[in-house]
């Protein structure tokens, strides 16, 4: 069964950091490039970051940038996005997702979120 389980969210202060996790099962995590993505209330779901299956190609949208960083561990089979300096803009539910190809509409796999959410 595949799986794909974020954790680490949760309530912090304008400023302050978290990092989310997301561990992976039941599919071949180091030929799948992954994703992180997030949706506010009321608004549509978009990609926030990307790192390739093996060489580290990363992708950040331009509202993260030099604030957020994905890495990945392939023996744990864990992705992981630390997120500093969080505005309370960044509160949203955040999924992490799997493509063979790169990160974009078509994610193989998906989890099933966990909340992040910054007080001002």
């Known amino acids: 069964e595949v799986q794909l389980v974020e954790s680490g969210g949760g309530l912090v202060q304008a400023g302050g950091s978290l990092r989310l996790s997301c561990a992976a099962s039941?599919?071949?995590?180091?030929?799948?490039?992954i994703g992180w993505f997030r949706q506010a209330p009321g608004k549509e779901r978009e990609g926030v970051s990307c790192i390739s299956h093996s060489n580290g190609v990363t992708y950040y949208t331009d509202s993260v940038k030099g604030r957020f960083t994905i890495s990945r561990d392939n023996a744990k089979n864990t992705v992981y996005l630390q997120m500093n300096s969080l505005k309370p803009e960044d509160t949203a539910v955040y999924y992490c997702?799997?493509?063979?190809?790169?990160?974009?509409?078509?994610?193989?796999?998906w989890g099933k979120g966990t909340l992040v959410t910054v007080s001002s």
């Open positions: 039941g599919f071949t995590f180091d030929a799948h490039a």
């Open positions: 997702a799997a493509t063979l190809g790169w990160c974009g509409v078509g994610m193989d796999y």
